[in-house]
């Protein structure tokens, strides 16, 4: 049986990444940490938990040690448009965490995982059809950051033979956890504001097509990359995925099939418009596909069905 640890279970991915683990593996069998103390009713209360900030490497080699755990899954990391705002507290956390991270799992022979991005691309990527392999220089400290991560891990797997891998997740939507400081977030906020209020002001432009994918789907794609057959995995660090490409008048035209009602408007923020307009509108992930069975069950439709239905229920 597995051991898994996760940094930043808290977090938009981390939170769901826990609970379908813990179903998957038993719940004394992830521990879940995070810089800050869950909710008393949160449903991360169901196994262990520490506080653990991840450029701690002291507290770090303690926990790892006292749970035996045998692989590592580091999600804690500042998203986009927060590290825009303060740069070198970003480098100075996502490189220092995750540096320590691959350290532990070095020291500890852990299997590791860590999200990229489609921010790990720039304005001079090509922005359809994206290719695996291809030009990375972006222009945001996060891109940085990741193209920096994608490096690493790759160091990591060849220089000390640590069983790195990961994944460019696009934006990532979610009914149970609202996301914090990403681009990609009017994503998820547009299906929260359709049910509260019937009406959403993006903060992203017209016509700025980025990929997406619902959540289940990325937490799917995880197990299923960390149990894949590591001879395959020829781009283990890290593989395109995406389900969907859209833009703020894709969504719209979405939920109005089922509240016809709905109300787009805009209030364009320039600062993650600017981010945004770095990434690629649409990337290929055929590698994914090819190397280890990557297969989205959500298209926009039905994924806009559930987020309607479940944001409801949550209400009431
Ligand atoms: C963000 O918008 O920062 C994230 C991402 C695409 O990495 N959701």
Redesign the pocket.
């Known amino acids: 049986m597995k051991k898994i640890i996760i940094t930043g279970a808290l977090g938009q991915i981390g939170t769901e990444l826990v609970i379908k683990l813990r179903k998957k593996y038993g719940n004394d069998n992830v521990l879940a940490t995070d810089i800050r103390e869950p909710e008393s009713d949160s449903e991360i209360n169901n196994g262990p938990f520490e506080i653990l900030d991840v450029t701690d490497h002291d507290r770090f080699q303690v926990l790892v040690k006292e749970f035996e755990g045998d692989t590592l899954m580091h999600m804690a990391a500042l998203?986009?448009?927060t590290a825009e705002k303060n740069p070198l507290f970003a480098w100075n956390l996502n490189m220092g965490g995750l540096v320590n991270a691959l350290e532990i799992a070095r020291e500890f022979d852990m299997q590791f995982f860590t999200?990229s991005?489609?921010?790990a691309f720039g304005p001079n990527t090509p922005k359809d059809m994206t290719p695996q392999v291809t030009i990375q220089r972006p222009t945001s400290m996060?891109g940085v950051n990741?193209v920096s991560g994608e490096l690493l891990c790759d160091y990591y797997f060849t220089k000390f033979g640590v069983d790195t891998r990961s994944m460019r997740?696009?934006?990532?939507i979610s009914y149970v956890k609202e996301?914090g400081?990403?681009?990609?977030?009017y994503a998820v906020e547009i299906y929260f504001k359709a049910i509260r209020e019937g009406r959403y002001d993006s903060y992203i432009a017209q016509d700025t097509y980025?990929d997406m994918m619902f959540m289940d789907d990325a937490i799917d794609a995880i197990i299923q990359l960390m149990e894949a057959d590591s001879e395959r995995l020829i781009n283990r660090n890290a593989y395109n995925v995406s389900a969907m490409s859209v833009d703020p008048e894709t969504i719209k035209a979405s939920i109005q099939k089922k509240m016809p009602e709905f109300e787009l408007g805009y209030d364009v923020d320039p600062e993650r418009q600017a981010?945004a307009d770095s990434?690629p509108n649409a990337i290929d992930s055929t590698c994914a596909k090819e190397e280890w069975g990557f297969s989205p069950n959500y298209d926009l439709d039905s994924m806009t069905e559930l987020m309607l239905k479940a944001i409801k229920e949550k209400d009431n």
Not at 169 to 172: A, D, Q, R
Request: aromatic share 14%; no cysteine.
């Open positions: 998203l986009s448009a999200p991005s489609i921010g996060y990741k997740f696009p934006g990532l996301p400081g990403g681009t990609t977030d980025m981010i990434w």
